[in-house]
């Protein structure tokens, strides 16, 4: 019978992991969001979308 | 990594977007559940009654090698059986990623939303992401010899854990003294005030040290012993106390600082002079510490810091496992890096930990709008951070900002969502399911069972699979991938 090819997981020699994080701007420290000109910074466009309301809607049943 | 499989199950919230919505949330997880095997044939539907509360259809494996199905009306995705933290990460973003996509595929993604999280604010519901580790069965598996791991886990949640605001109120407990069960309330446990953030999400859920179940009395170490693999040579290790992780570098450094803890165990070359005093009530001290001192009472009567007790595994791990494989190195040199951006400002960690990036995004909103911690806003934006709608989420919102560091790449966790590691038993159950769908026999409409109708077409588990009747296929070895055997297998009862 013909058997079904699995692709290949890797992508040639991949390096597993990287050396390190990619260096992130201001020292390795995260960039302040524009706070006093919120209109242009888009995380906190992002966060003024979201419901207030939404954890209280948010009724989920005890899991493992 | 060395000699370690790893796999990840996580429990997955759903958030509805309505006011008074027609259906529950268990309702859309049964239509991401149906469309996900019967339309998009990620995988073949159980036939069999797995358990009292699995019947057939419930879930089933994917052509990856894991599992989705409905646990406590949750969906939940367990990943293949994983050889490296790459595969593991990858694959653990595969199941994201597929039930986001089915999620979008429905039409549902402005009705709901997938939440990556671990608990409820309002109910203080709970759910997991639970760890897997594959050990020998030499390992100590004894008070005594896990000793080292409970310190390691109760302290490693400065870096692994999510984060949350507020707290659970006093989760009912009965502890195990001796061969007594008694409340834990005998014991004068208390709760402390309520914190405004905290750094783990399942700290307040634990509640013993060591104990079995997995749904109450959740414990430090899960002593459930199902190996789910050759009981002679193998033990899984199963935890239960960590938190979903957004970002894949807290995914890939939870895990592979872990398996190397657990390394040092079965070497015997752990730290034994750091035993917590109150191991449960230091992990919620740890936690719920608003100065993130992370102070720790030992057994020894000494108190040091969680960072400083880190740095006690990191240097043993450093002497014993450096250079043994290129992913040891990384996690011992990423392990180095957080301790020591742990000591200075948090904001250093911000796309590396998930509770320092979600607690750096409510400061910013805070300050922006003057609002106070006890403002319900603040929970609304916790559960955001783990929105998997990448258009929504405050992780994304990271990740497209560029603050993220990446450990595996779009290409890897597109190829996993299809295939399974291929140096696993998860490369041989996968060749399982691509002939059942192949064959047609997938679907619980169609179960074309044998002629004489006591087996069901295919009965498959982690460990050993059946298909039409003919005898078992038992997979003990989860290192093996059993390709050929399963091939040869197949040939051979399948027409």
Known sequence: MNHIT??????????????????????????RPETESPEKDSLMKRMRKVDPKQAERYRQRTGE | MLNRIFGLETEYGLLIHEDRPNHSPTWFAHKIRDHLFQVQRRGVLDLHHRGHDEPPGNGGFLTNAGRIYLDMGHLEYASPECHSLTDVVASDRAGDLLLQQTLEELGFSEQVSLIKNNIDHETDATFGSHENYLVSRRFPFSRRGLAPLVTFLVTRQIFTGSGRVGSAALQ????????????RSALGAHHVSEPPFQISQRADYIVNDFFEWV?????????????????????????????????????ALKLGTTGLVLQLIEEGHAPQDLEIDEPVEALQEISQDQERRWLIQLQSHKTMSAV????????????????????????????????????????KLVGRVDWASKLWLLECFRE?????????????????YHNLNPS????????????????????????????????????????????????????????????????????????????????????????????????????????
């Not at chain 2, 190996?227 to 570098?249: C, F, K, V, W």
């Not at chain 2, 922006?368 to 955001?384: C, F, G, N, R, Y």
């Not at chain 2, 169609?446 to 087996?455: A, E, I, M, Q, V």
Request: overall charge negative; glycine content about 6%.
């Open chain 2, 215 to 251: 749904q109450h009395n959740r414990a430090i170490v899960n002593t459930r012993d199902e190996p789910l693999a050759d009981p002679n040579q193998y033990r899984r290790i199963h935890l239960l106390l960590g938190d979903s992780n957004m970002t894949e570098y807290a995914t």
């Open chain 1, 6 to 31: 699995i692709p290949e997981r890797r992508e040639g020699p991949v390096d597993p992991m990287p050396k390190s994080p990619r260096p992130l701007e201001e020292g390795g420290g995260p960039r």
């Open chain 2, 172 to 183: 009912d407990a009965w502890i195990q003294t001796d061969r007594l069960l008694i409340p």
């Open chain 2, 368 to 384: 922006a709008e003057h609002a106070d911690w006890t403002d319900p806003m603040l929970k609304s934006l916790d559960l955001e």
């Open chain 2, 392 to 495: 929504k989420g405050l992780y994304y919102g990271l990740l497209e900002e560029g603050r993220v560091p990446r450990v595996t790449t779009d290409f890897l966790i597109h190829l996993a969502m299809e295939t399974a590691p291929k140096n696993t038993r998860a490369y041989g159950r996968s060749e399982l399911v691509r002939h059942l769908l192949h064959e047609r026999h997938a679907s619980v409409a169609d179960p074309s069972p044998t002629p004489d109708g006591l087996f069901p077409p295919y009965v498959i588990n982690w460990s050993i699979f059946q298909v039409r009747g003919h005898a078992p296929f038992p997979m003990p070895d989860p290192f093996k991938t059993y390709l050929e055997d399963v091939r040869t297998h197949l040939d051979s009862v399948i027409v």
């Open chain 2, 308 to 347: 400083d007790i880190q740095e006690r595994f990191l240097d043993c791990a450093v002497q014993h496992c450096k250079g043994q494989d290129e992913e040891t190195d990384w996690v011992l040199t990423q392990w180095a890096s957080v301790l020591h951006d742990l000591r200075g400002d948090y904001q």
